[in-house]
């Protein structure tokens, strides 16, 4: 089984600086060009898929709230998934213009929520606390 995390370790190297202010006309720090981390995933087999506004707005809530990534929002105003076969997890990368920001790793089941999102599919009947 392939790792996300070891498939795209060097080709996202660079964006995984701290993450601290910029002045406007700056580019984000932590970002490097969609390019290479969409190349890369190409030449493994792996897919890049381009998230809905409400995927992207749900994932930006998970960033937030999760402990392990800079307090705030993160860059960007879009977000793309990227998986390779074998592995069911995936790899969000926050898209800031022609830029991948912020990749995050995410859980199986929380792609499973993505692909419920951009269905529409809603849940009432769930069991209790």
């Not at 970002?31 to 994932?59: M, R, Y």
């Not at 937030?64 to 998986?83: E, F, I, K, S, V």
């Amino acid at each position: 089984m392939k790792s996300i995390a070891a498939m795209f370790a060097i080709s996202i190297v660079s964006c995984v600086t701290p993450t601290v202010g910029f002045a406007q006309s700056e580019k984000p720090p932590g970002c490097i060009d969609a390019n290479v981390p969409k190349s890369s995933i190409a030449e493994h087999g792996g897919a890049w898929t381009t998230l809905t506004p409400g995927q992207w707005q749900f994932l930006r809530g998970i960033y937030a709230m999760n402990p392990n990534t800079p307090a705030g929002l993160p860059y960007g105003d879009g977000a793309a998934l990227a998986q390779v076969e074998g592995n069911a997890d995936g790899l969000v990368f926050f898209i800031d213009g022609d830029r991948a920001c912020s990749p995050t790793v995410i859980p199986h089941e929380l792609v499973d929520v993505l692909h419920d999102i951009a269905n529409g599919k809603i849940e009432h009947d769930l069991a209790g606390l």
